[in-house]
């Protein structure tokens, strides 16, 4: 494969993909955080005990994660995780890449976080905690990225390999007039990146975010569908997520041909048929 942080959507998550877990209470809450909290809290009423029982073997502290929109503060989280998701330099998104997206299109751009003691977030082999930035409210607590899902936006309606590219004067430009990387006018949502920390896959926190992220698409009316290139035996991940097998994709990221297939799931969808 060439650069999967383009748009392949990996998606490193699929044992135990029913097992989900749970937002914490928040204060100040608007109405996109509600839905999340929503979403989530209707999942963790659904979780299986051995699947909380996993995530919380596996981490120091309670599973209470926080979803929230990327920002470009986010950025050495982002490339630190997927370069720990993703063994091969192929298949990861680059640091500039990740730049240029975090600042043209975060909006469409989510974490999962946790919040962590900064003594206990040592104990854990976690590569986000170098790069973690602490909480507002306290400054010996760090929030830990462990997945996130990055995108943008493109005109039609599948991924193309101009969709996956970027502008590479997007520091000194004002406005993209090219068909590289982010549309600003287009309704298709191209995911790129779904990527979770190999410390807590099979934790069912891909699913989590996604569930989330559909939702956030959906309330904001920002795009009409959701498409993305994956490989083959990932398919089944998103049609359990509602979206549709359109084959296999002729971008030629990830070698192109049969090795690589589009899949594409409309908006709204409601979220209690997944």
């Given at each position: 494969m060439t650069d999967p942080n383009n748009n392949i959507l990996r998606h490193l998550d699929l044992e135990n993909e029913d097992n989900e877990g749970a937002i914490d209470d928040s204060e100040d809450l608007d109405d996109e955080q509600a839905q999340h909290q929503q979403i989530i809290s209707d999942t963790r009423r659904r979780q299986s005990?051995?699947?909380?029982?996993?995530?919380?073997?596996?981490?120091?502290?309670?599973?209470?994660?926080?979803?929230?929109p990327l920002t470009i503060s986010d950025l050495e989280s982002c490339v630190a995780l997927e370069n720990a998701s993703f063994s091969h330099h192929e298949h990861r998104c680059t640091r500039e890449k990740f730049e240029y997206r975090l600042k043209n299109s975060a909006e469409i751009c989510m974490g999962l976080f946790?919040?962590?003691?900064?003594?206990?977030?040592?104990?854990?082999d976690i590569d986000t905690v170098r790069t973690a930035w602490p909480v507002e409210t306290g400054r010996d607590r760090l929030s830990v990225l462990l997945a996130h899902v990055v995108a943008t936006k493109c005109e039609g309606h599948v991924i193309t390999d101009d969709a996956m590219d970027y502008p590479r004067d997007f520091r000194t430009i004002k406005a993209n007039s090219?068909?590289?990387?982010?549309?600003?006018?287009g309704r298709t949502v191209a995911l790129h990146s779904l990527a979770v920390h190999p410390k807590v896959q099979g934790c069912g926190l891909a699913k989590l975010l996604m569930k989330s992220y559909m939702q956030q698409v959906h309330s904001s009316g920002t795009?009409?569908?959701i498409s993305l290139i994956c490989q083959h035996y990932l398919v089944d991940f998103y049609l359990k997520l509602g979206f549709t097998?359109?084959?296999?994709?002729?971008?030629?990221?990830?070698?192109?041909?049969?090795?690589?297939?589009?899949?594409?799931?409309?908006?709204?969808?409601?979220?209690?048929?997944?």
């Amino acid at each position: 494969m060439t650069d999967p942080n383009n748009n392949i959507l990996r998606h490193l998550d699929l044992e135990n993909e029913d097992n989900e877990g749970a937002i914490d209470d928040s204060e100040d809450l608007d109405d996109e955080q509600a839905q999340h909290q929503q979403i989530i809290s209707d999942t963790r009423r659904r979780q299986s005990r051995a699947g909380d029982s996993r995530i919380q073997l596996l981490l120091p502290v309670p599973f209470s994660p926080n979803i929230r929109p990327l920002t470009i503060s986010d950025l050495e989280s982002c490339v630190a995780l997927e370069n720990a998701s993703f063994s091969h330099h192929e298949h990861r998104c680059t640091r500039e890449k990740f730049e240029y997206r975090l600042k043209n299109s975060a909006e469409i751009c989510m974490g999962l976080f946790v919040t962590m003691p900064s003594g206990k977030a040592q104990e854990v082999d976690i590569d986000t905690v170098r790069t973690a930035w602490p909480v507002e409210t306290g400054r010996d607590r760090l929030s830990v990225l462990l997945a996130h899902v990055v995108a943008t936006k493109c005109e039609g309606h599948v991924i193309t390999d101009d969709a996956m590219d970027y502008p590479r004067d997007f520091r000194t430009i004002k406005a993209n007039s090219t068909n590289l990387g982010h549309q600003e006018s287009g309704r298709t949502v191209a995911l790129h990146s779904l990527a979770v920390h190999p410390k807590v896959q099979g934790c069912g926190l891909a699913k989590l975010l996604m569930k989330s992220y559909m939702q956030q698409v959906h309330s904001s009316g920002t795009a009409d569908q959701i498409s993305l290139i994956c490989q083959h035996y990932l398919v089944d991940f998103y049609l359990k997520l509602g979206f549709t097998n359109l084959g296999p994709s002729t971008a030629q990221f990830g070698g192109g041909g049969g090795s690589i297939w589009q899949v594409t799931r409309n908006q709204p969808h409601p979220l209690s048929m997944l």
